[in-house]
Antibody
Framework: EVQLLESGGSLVQPGGSLRLSCEAS????????MGWVRHAPGKGLECVAS????????YYVDSVRGRFTISRDNARNSLYLQMNSLRADDTAVYYC??????????WGQGTLVAVSS | DIVMTQTPLSSPVTLGQPASISCRSS???????????LSWVQERPGQPPRLLID???NRFSGVPDRFSGSGAGTDFTLKISRVEAEDVGVYYC?????????FGQGTKVEIK
């Protein structure tokens, strides 16, 4: 059974940093692209970042490029999202998601990031 | 970026009746490999999103057959043949043809 377990979400002040983690199990982690998707209050879903099998290729949505960094540790079956220079509009539930056939086929339960002073 | 536009944004439905959601992309979703990567995601209240359909019409594992997808190019449709209470939630189309992957605004399905 595929499981994705996010952690690291919390309340942080504007300009602060946070690191999200996602621990994966139930599939060969190193064989799949992975991504982070967020759902801000009152808004729709947004793909934040994606990373290739070996970490050699990464994609970011424009609004986070230069502030967020996606990474992975295949030995630990783990995905990460380093978030710097956080802004109020980064407030959202962040989901770790496994790439399937050019779609997200499995999602974690999500972790809440709240940016506020 | 490819813009995904859904209609309607809200769909009140009577239990047992059909529901239909349209999704239009700002450019063709046909990939260079010939496939079209349009998927549908369901978000039920208090639950994480769940993949329903990928590649226009392929139902994902465990998805009831009352859900069906169709379309081509830039125009796509999700249909629920007979809405059940557990189908209440927000439905999103998503394109996976080009990074960044993008979602529609979401369509809220609720019971009348």
């Amino acid at each position: 059974e595929v499981q994705l377990l996010e952690s690291g979400g919390s309340l942080v002040q504007p300009g602060g940093s946070l690191r999200l983690s996602c621990e994966a199990s139930g599939f060969r982690f190193s064989s799949f692209w992975m991504g982070w998707v967020r759902h801000a209050p009152g808004k729709g879903l947004e793909c934040v970042a994606s990373i290739k099998l070996d970490g050699s290729d990464k994609y970011y949505v424009d609004s986070v490029r230069g502030r967020f960094t996606i990474s992975r540790d295949n030995a630990r079956n783990s995905l990460y999202l380093q978030m710097n220079s956080l802004r109020a509009d980064d407030t959202a539930v962040y989901y770790c998601a496994k790439h399937g056939d050019y779609a997200y086929d499995y999602w974690g339960q999500g972790t809440l990031v709240a940016v506020s002073s | 970026d490819i813009v995904m536009t859904q209609t309607p944004l809200s769909s009140p439905v009577t239990l047992g009746q059909p529901a239909s959601i349209s999704c239009r992309s700002s450019q063709s979703l046909v990939h260079s490999n010939g496939n079209t990567y349009l998927s549908w995601v369901q978000e039920r209240p208090g639950q994480p999103p769940r993949l329903l359909i990928d590649k226009i019409s392929n139902r994902f594992s465990g998805v009831p057959d009352r859900f069906s997808g169709s379309g081509a190019g830039t125009d796509f449709t999700l249909k629920i043949s007979r809405v059940e209470a557990e189908d209440v939630g927000v439905y999103y189309c998503m394109q996976g043809t080009q990074f960044p992957w993008t979602f529609g605004q979401g369509t809220k399905v609720e019971i009348k």
